[in-house]
């Protein structure tokens, strides 16, 4: 349960003939996890893909296409084609689309060309539409020089003056499009008395005849293409819905095809047999050894290379290879065939919690799978920042609902947490503060904002005792007893410290040893206990006001375990536990963040209260509408600032605070061989 | 009504959070982008990034224990 799934190497040899029919063997097992084959092993050379894999990527390719030209939607179309329908036939269908399809695609395509063509076209010869002059016109003349574009303000009168009258000019009917003739050697004048009115030049379109007339057989022409391109899309769409279940169950089935006779390039091969490494799970091992043996006898030989333990081995392997002679660069390009992946073991409630561990990065093989230590923590900070009946039935169902309509990973981590995190705030709102929405069930003053007032029924305090202890709703509030809420993160925290350091502990001893855990953690554990100590007297002398007595036996035992706690973790660790030391406190102090975020959301609500009740209701009127929609618009905005700040200060407590004190991560993740279907079916 | 030692008292305790507050967030900032753009490269250091991020929040919490302290000697 707390690590991950223990693993086994395993070694499969076996002849070529035998290689299409064990890979599909492998794929059908599910759990095996290849290994790359390292070709630097002696007599064998990678393997090379199936026969099968060049004309199915082919074909593949074609399909792709295919899905690109129809516009084929994955998700819109989820029918599931069985294989047996389409495999045997599947080159001449591909034919048989591509045949019919080829018309449709060309017109369209040509169409588009002619399309953006005319319009090019017409957007060139648009501003010259209200000019009443044949494009001819414009071109062939010796001693005179055009020039046409878009301007600011008109120039006309400055052209006049500048150039003596020797200029024709043209203004389009919005004024802001201008046509200027003047004689090649006062061309310059003219260009600068326009680009003053903020000239903009444009090209004088090529051809002959009036641009309003050009200009409105080509919109026609185009009108004319736009409606044929409708049609052709319509021959498209119904070419879409004729093929497309064909079209995205063979590029599965050819894709699976491709993965499969791929497979031997992860392999070695000789000339005659090939050699595949591979983990699998050790409980899984004798079904693999069986299933092989069912399949081919004693062909195909099988062997368990190891058992995998958790002791730290891949240090050392690495320091042979230093001292066997070979380079740093020669070690490091040595694959990591050695690193064991992990199979994360989990039930279905605290599995959905694995989504925030490999956020992180996957565990390693030895070490603590730390999703359990999430699954029970987190909902319990979330519970305890937001602790608020109001918002944790939202946030519950929000999380349920998600929980069974999403599909996608982080929808599903969203999910899980606010799921868990509402249900949490429900008991911690009932049973802790007694809150909802801000406002207590039953407030210990009688002039207080209190649903029993509010609703004028009597909410009794205690709900019932077991033996002497009464069980009430609420004990303490966020706002009024912020010392005990205080005082009580840091005991939170200081215990999931330490529950830390203790899971840290059980990491070291499975991996170095009994003697290595002792001295890197145990004394840290001895530390933080030695610190809680202080603590209590801290509390005393700095809150309560008592005198520091030296001769305390909690400041004495506390002061105690410090002290040998630190000199064992600096023989341990060196000098780096000095610098550490501080971290402590530090670590310990970022718990207060729980108290604080609730006092936060409990202040705000607060305010609102205050507003919408007691200031605008009361007043009566339409003032209790305006009170209300405050009353609603302030809860929402404190309901979506919670999911990011409990959320995030929940997790976060984990990855920083706890975390640090075992978790290592960055191991392989067990990723077996398997086929998942999701267009065709399989019999 | 409060005399002044208290709202001193307050006063200072609003400065020792809210100035805290700005240096985290400043340092946070330029950790933060940094952060995000290794994430950009290789998710996988999404981990890291995030512990590194918030290593400066320290001095926040520093500051908001400075003003508990404070307040609670009101």
Same mark, same amino acid.
């Given at each position: 349960m707390l690590l991950p799934e223990p693993m086994s190497r395993i070694l499969v040899v076996g002849t070529k003939e035998r290689l299409p029919a064990s890979i599909e063997l492998l794929y059908g097992l599910e759990n095996v996890h290849v290994v790359d084959f390292s070709p !630097? /092993?002696?007599g064998f050379t990678l393997g090379s893909p199936l026969p099968e894999a060049s004309d199915a990527s082919r074909m593949l390719l074609k399909l792709r296409s295919m899905e690109k030209d129809l516009k084929? !939607? /994955?998700?819109?179309f989820g029918n599931k084609v069985p294989i047996s329908k389409i495999a045997p036939t599947i080159d001449t269908t591909i034919e048989q689309i591509e045949a019919e399809m080829h018309g449709t695609i060309a017109s369209k395509s040509a169409m588009q060309a002619r399309l953006s063509e005319a319009q090019s076209k017409l957007s060139l010869l648009q501003p010259f539409r209200?000019?009443?002059?044949?494009?001819?016109?414009y071109k062939g003349y010796g001693s005179l020089d055009v020039i046409a574009g878009h301007i600011h303000s008109n120039p006309e009168a400055q052209l006049m003056e500048a150039l003596g009258g020797e200029v024709e000019t043209f203004t389009s009917s919005s004024g802001n499009f201008i046509v200027v003739f003047v004689p090649l050697a006062k061309a310059d004048e003219a260009q600068r008395v326009l680009i003053q009115n903020g000239l903009t030049e444009v090209q004088v379109p090529e051809g002959t005849g009036k641009p309003e007339k050009i200009a409105s057989e080509l919109e026609g022409e185009i009108s004319a293409l736009t409606k044929e391109m409708e049609d052709v899309e319509k021959n498209i769409e119904q070419l879409r819905e004729k093929h497309a279940d064909f079209i995205l169950a063979s590029d599965e089935h050819l894709s699976i095809v491709v993965e499969k006779s791929e497979l031997p390039l992860r392999m070695g091969a000789s000339e005659h047999a090939f050699v595949l490494e591979a983990w699998a799970p050790t409980a899984d091992v004798g079904k693999v050894q069986k299933a092989f043996k069912d399949k081919f006898q004693d062909s195909i030989h099988i062997e368990v290379l190891e058992d995998r333990s958790?002791?730290?081995v891949h240090e050392s392997k690495e320091e042979i290879r230093m001292e066997a002679g070979m380079t740093t660069a020669e070690v490091s390009a040595?694959?990591?065939?050695?690193?064991t992946p992990v199979k994360l073991q989990h039930g279905k409630g605290v599995g959905r919690f694995e989504f925030f561990t490999k956020l992180l990065s996957t565990p390693r093989y030895?070490?603590?799978?730390?999703t359990i230590a999430v699954a029970i923590f987190f909902p319990i900070f979330f519970g305890i920042m937001v602790g608020d009946v109001g918002y944790g039935l939202p946030f519950a169902v929000l999380g349920y609902l998600g929980l069974k309509k999403t599909k996608s990973k982080e929808w599903r981590g969203i999910s899980t947490m606010l799921f868990y995190g509402g249900l949490a705030s429900i008991v911690f709102g009932l049973?802790?503060?007694?809150d909802m929405l801000g406002i207590e069930?039953?407030?210990?003053?009688?002039?207080e904002l209190s649903w029993s007032a509010l609703l004028g029924v009597d909410i009794?305090?205690?709900?019932?005792?077991i033996g002497d202890i009464p069980i009430q709703l609420?004990?303490?509030?966020k706002l009024g007893d912020v010392k005990i809420l205080l005082y009580l993160t840091l005991w939170i925290g200081i215990a999931h410290l330490i529950i830390g350091l203790a899971l840290g502990f059980y990491n070291m001893t499975i991996r170095h040893g009994l003697k290595h855990a002792i001295s890197e953690k145990f004394s840290w554990i001895m530390i933080m206990v030695g610190f809680a100590l202080v603590l209590l007297v801290m509390v005393d002398v700095l809150i309560r006001g008592f005198a520091l007595d030296f001769t305390d036996i909690r400041f004495l035992a506390g002061v105690g375990l410090l002290v040998v706690g630190l000199v064992m973790a600096v023989k341990g660790e060196g000098g780096k536990a000095l610098v550490e030391l501080p971290e402590v406190m530090s670590n310990v102090l970022s718990y207060t963040r729980l108290a604080a975020i609730g006092m936060s959301k409990a202040g705000m609500a607060l305010a609102f209260n205050f507003i919408a009740?007691?200031?605008?209701?009361?007043?009566?009127g339409i003032m209790i509408i305006v009170g209300l929609l405050i009353f609603v618009v302030g809860h929402l905005m404190i309901f979506v600032l919670a999911i990011i700040s409990a959320g995030l200060h929940g997790i976060r407590l984990q990855y920083?605070?706890?975390?640090?004190?075992?978790y290592e991560g960055g191991g392989l993740e067990f990723n077996p061989l398997k086929i998942e279907r999701k267009h065709t079916l399989e019999e | 009504m409060a005399d002044i030692g208290s709202g001193l008292i307050a006063i200072g305790a609003g400065l020792a959070v809210s100035i805290t507050g700005i240096a985290s967030a400043i340092a946070e900032s330029s950790i933060g982008a940094a952060a995000v753009g290794a994430m950009a490269e290789d998710d996988k250091l999404f981990g890291k990034g995030l512990i590194l991020t918030v290593i400066p929040e320290t001095i926040v919490i520093f500051g908001l224990v400075v003003a508990i302290l404070l307040w609670l000697n009101m």
């Open positions: !630097d /092993e002696e084929v !939607d /994955e998700a819109k209200s000019i009443d002059l044949d494009l001819s016109m958790r002791e730290e040595v694959p990591m065939s050695q690193e030895n070490e603590i799978d730390p049973f802790m503060y007694g069930f039953n407030a210990p003053h009688a002039d009794p305090r205690v709900l019932f005792s609420g004990y303490l509030t009740i007691e200031m605008l209701a009361s007043e009566g920083v605070e706890l975390f640090n004190k075992f | -």
